[in-house]
C-alpha cells in the first residue's frame, strides 16, 4: 500500500505521511510567534492546509496531541482549539501534556486524521 | 469510512474516536486521587469501560502512551499497569515519558486498540 | 484481525504490536550509552530489526515520535536520524519534544510504519 509524503521545511521529515486512509500531520509555528494563542492559530492553519491536501479536514480528526512549553498557558490554547475544532461531531480524542520544545515554539501539535 | 466519537467530560475533545478498525482514547483522573497508582487504576478502569464500549478490550490494545508527572512514580504506576494488561498476549507497545499535566492529574494514559 | 506481539525486555510491553497494515514500535537503549549520538544510533538500529522483522522497513515510517531528555541535545540526535532516514522519500511526520525519561535513557523513539 502506498505511502504518500506531503514535504516540509526541516530534514529528516515530512509535513505529512497518507497511508491506508490515514494521514500524520505535525505543526509548529516557523515565525515563532510572540504568544500561544497566536502560535495555536498558525500551526491549526498549516495543519489545516495539510489535512486538505491529503482529502481529509477538521471534522475528520481521530486523534490530536498537543505538546505545550507552559502548562500554564492550556486555556489560551484551548481557547483557540475550541474555536478551530467547531462542533462536538468533530471532537478527536485529545491528549495534551507539557514538554520542553525546540527553539521559540510555545506549542507544537500532532493529528492523525481520516482520508477515507 | 465513518468515524464515531465517544464523549468525555471536556469541550473540545471526545473520551473515544473510532475509525477503520481502530479505537483511540484517553484518560486521566476526574477526582484528582492523591496517588499515581490510585489515578491509574481509575483511569484504566474508565480507559477499559471505553474500550468495552468500542468493541474493543485490554487484549487488543496495539499502543500505549503514558505521561508521568513525576518519573519518580513509575515504579507505582507500573505495578497497576502490569496487574490490569494481563497476560504477555496483550502486552502493547507502550512509551512512558515525563511531562507536566494539567492541574491535580499525576498520570495521564492515551491507548489504541483494535476493534476487529 | 490478528494482532502480533514482538515480544521485547520489560514486563507490561512488547517491542511492538503490528496489527492491520500497521506495525507500533517503540525503542530506548538498553545499554544507557553515555551520549545522545550513541543512544540513538543504538535505539535505531533496535527499530530497523523490529520493523524488518515485522515487514516493514525504515522507507516505510509513517509516524515518528522523539523524546529527549535536554532538548539542547536535539541537533546531536537529528545528525544521527537524518543519516539513518535517508532519502526524502522515507521521511515520516516526526515529532520531537523534551520529556524526562526513565533512569539513564537520553532519548525514547516510537515509530508507526506501514507493513503492507
Redesign the interface.
Known amino acids: 500500500?502506498t505511502?504518500t509524503?506531503i514535504?516540509g521545511d526541516y530534514?529528516?521529515?515530512?509535513?505529512?505521511?497518507i497511508?491506508?486512509?490515514?494521514v500524520?500531520?505535525?505543526g509548529t509555528d516557523p515565525d515563532s510567534s510572540p504568544t500561544v494563542a497566536a502560535q495555536t492559530r498558525r500551526i491549526l492553519a498549516d495543519l489545516e492546509a495539510a489535512l486538505t491536501k491529503a482529502g481529509s479536514g477538521k471534522d475528520?480528526?481521530?486523534?490530536?496531541?498537543v505538546?505545550?512549553r507552559d502548562?500554564a498557558t492550556?486555556a489560551e490554547m484551548?481557547a483557540v482549539?475550541?474555536d478551530w475544532?467547531g462542533e462536538?461531531?468533530n471532537?478527536?480524542?485529545?491528549?495534551?501534556?507539557?514538554?520542553?520544545?525546540?527553539e521559540d515554539d510555545r506549542v507544537?501539535i500532532?493529528l492523525?486524521a481520516?482520508v477515507?
Chains 1, 2, 3 share one sequence.
Do not use: F
Open positions: 500500500m505511502i509524503r514535504p530534514p529528516g521529515r515530512s509535513r505529512a505521511s497511508h491506508n486512509g490515514l500524520y500531520t505535525v475528520r480528526v481521530v486523534q490530536a496531541t505538546y505545550l502548562m492550556k484551548d482549539w475550541c475544532i462536538p461531531e471532537w478527536p480524542q485529545r491528549a495534551c501534556v507539557g514538554a520542553d520544545l525546540a507544537e500532532v492523525v481520516a477515507d
